[in-house]
């Protein structure tokens, strides 16, 4: 490690910590297009700037800034900056602040690339705005096309386009340019959201894998009705529908060794003296396999529906995005992971979708490197990696770039 990298790395993860942070729970609301995302956007241009690193932003808000060195298709490494909804510090700006931190390594070591390097920042990666994770980088691929996105409303139904628009994004016809002729690889730096590499006493992992991945919305209507004079008995309550449901999803998963989760719940009219008319709420499931999770999200549907059917109220499911699994490729992985000083680093597969799922399915050759999260707690304010292992992660992000961009 360089004499200044690590108070560059400190200062960078100060200038961000006060930025979208909640006063009362101490978690983050960097939704894309809005106030605290615009202003972590401003300041990685201000980073680039100081740098001299060139800039681009493409039609859709994804900023890339290069180092220019070498020539040929270049190396890309970064993340996202976008939050959950009362997210850590850690998923996404851990990416983007080590890849620039790595590239200040690399020029403090002297190291001239043979092709460039540019650290990416991908809009929209968590979805949590306009509904669809990895809008970004699915966006830049052309993995989904903007005539369909574009379309896409956030809970205010603003559209994108409008959202967009209003913060000076008004490219009428936005065109895809990432392929696997514009880039030669993309490396996304983690922090890890389980325990793995705690378990495996590392400080930091390479991904395999990312597991199959899909968000269903279940929309349950009954009959709306006073909350005292109804008998239980005549009652149709979609909130009954909704409950049982949502246990099933649970024993479901964990028996199959899966994931379900219903996270999010709109209840109509949502009022506490009222037996509701709708309930709407939506299922993430995550599965080791495409054909497991389909079977998962049937036997929770069918289970839906007899509950429906009992409780005299109606289901109906929509699929509202499905992400199919993601191998990295192995050599590239192997090539990372092995011959290091104090031995190779573990090879783990994540449950967490990623943008560098989406270009890697797009056929750009990709990878991630994982920093240990002590808690394995992630999208939570309690997120947390040590700053030694973040160090140990902008080292190893270095290592690696410097490998492929020799
Ligand atoms: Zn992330």
């Not at 560059?8 to 609301?29: C, I, K, T």
């Not at 690889?185 to 378990?199: A, K, P, S, Y």
């Not at 037996?275 to 079977?295: H, M, Q, Y």
């Not at 009992?310 to 092995?338: H, K, M, Q, W, Y």
């Amino acid at each position: 490690m360089g004499a200044s990298v690590p108070d560059h790395f400190e200062q960078m993860w100060a200038d961000l910590a006060p930025v979208g942070r909640s006063a009362a729970s101490g978690g983050y609301f960097r939704q894309p297009f809005a106030s605290a995302e615009r202003e972590l956007m401003a300041w990685f241009v201000e980073q680039a700037e100081a740098r001299g690193l060139r800039l681009q932003v493409d039609g859709f808000g994804n900023t890339v800034a290069w180092w220019n060195v070498g020539s040929g298709a270049g190396v890309l490494t970064g993340s996202h900056l976008d939050s959950v909804l009362d997210g850590g510090a850690y998923d996404g700006p851990l990416g983007v602040v080590s890849a620039l931190a790595a590239v200040d390594l690399l020029r403090e070591r002297g190291f001239r690339p043979e092709r460039p390097i540019g650290v990416s920042v991908f809009v929209e990666e968590e979805g949590s705005r306009f509904g669809l994770a990895c809008l970004g980088s699915r966006l830049a691929t052309g993995a989904t096309p903007w005539s369909k996105a574009r379309e896409l409303r956030d809970r205010d139904g603003v559209q994108l386009a409008e959202a967009m628009a209003d913060v000076g994004l008004d490219d009428e016809d936005p065109q895809p340019w990432l392929g696997s002729d514009a880039i030669r690889c993309f490396l996304e730096l983690h922090v890890e959201q389980g325990r793995d590499l705690v378990d495996r006493g590392a400080a930091v992992g390479v991904a395999s894998r990312i597991w199959p991945h899909g968000r269903y919305r279940f929309d349950i209507s009954g009959e709306p009705n006073h909350a005292g004079t109804t008998r239980m008995e005549d009652r149709r309550d979609p909130m009954l529908t909704y409950a049982m449901t949502a246990l099933a999803a649970n024993k479901q998963a964990r028996v199959a060794g899966q994931r379900a989760t219903f996270g999010r719940v709109e209840t109509t009219p949502n009022s506490t003296n009222s037996v509701p008319s709708a309930v709407t709420a939506w299922l993430d499931a995550r599965c080791d396999s495409d054909r497991a999770l389909t079977t998962l999200v049937d036997t929770i549907w069918r289970q839906a529906d007899e509950r429906s059917q009992r409780d005299g109220t109606r289901v109906t499911v929509t699929p509202e995005s499905v992400s199919r699994g993601v191998d990295f490729d192995p050599d590239l992985a192997r090539r990372i992971a092995t011959d290091h000083e104090g031995g190779d680093w573990p090879v783990i597969a994540t449950q967490a979708g990623h943008d560098a799922g989406v270009l890697s399915a797009q056929g750009i050759p990709s990878a991630m490197l994982f920093v240990r999260n002590p808690t394995g707690v992630s999208h939570s304010p309690a997120e947390h990696a040590e700053t030694p292992d973040c160090l140990a992660g902008v080292d190893a992000l270095a290592e690696t770039l410097r490998r492929l961009a020799s």
